[in-house]
């Protein structure tokens, strides 16, 4: 029989690929597409795995949605928009 899984856990999993944490896989190779236009390959390889490392300690708190919580209640994002449908910073509620 399967087991059931409520559907928040379903959504806030966090992403896999063979067993690498998704969100460090994408800062390790920006990382190295930036150290490679910028440096040799050998050095973009190994700031790749600090990339990584970096990336896979930020993915919980992005999963978790603490990221997009202060994202959302710090950042000017009206200003940057220029969009009248976001709520002033003051106004703003978490639901």
């Given at each position: 029989?399967?087991?059931k ?8 999993r966090e992403l896999?690929?063979?067993?690498l944490?998704?969100?460090g896989?994408?800062?390790a ?6 150290l490679l236009?910028k440096?040799d390959f050998?050095?973009a390889?190994?700031?790749?795995v600090?990339?990584y490392?970096?990336?896979a300690?930020i993915?919980?708190?992005?999963y978790k949605?603490?990221i997009?919580?202060?994202?959302y ?10 969009s009248?449908?976001f709520p002033?910073?003051?106004?703003r509620?978490f639901?």
């Open positions: 029989m399967a087991e899984i409520k559907i928040y856990q379903c959504l806030n896999q690929y063979h067993g944490k998704f969100i896989l994408l800062t190779a920006f990382t190295c597409i930036i236009l440096f050998t050095f390889l190994i700031g790749s600090g990339g490392v970096v990336g300690s993915s919980p708190y992005w949605g603490y997009q919580k202060w994202v209640f710090h950042l000017p994002t009206r200003l940057i928009t220029r009248k449908r002033q910073s003051c106004d509620k639901l």
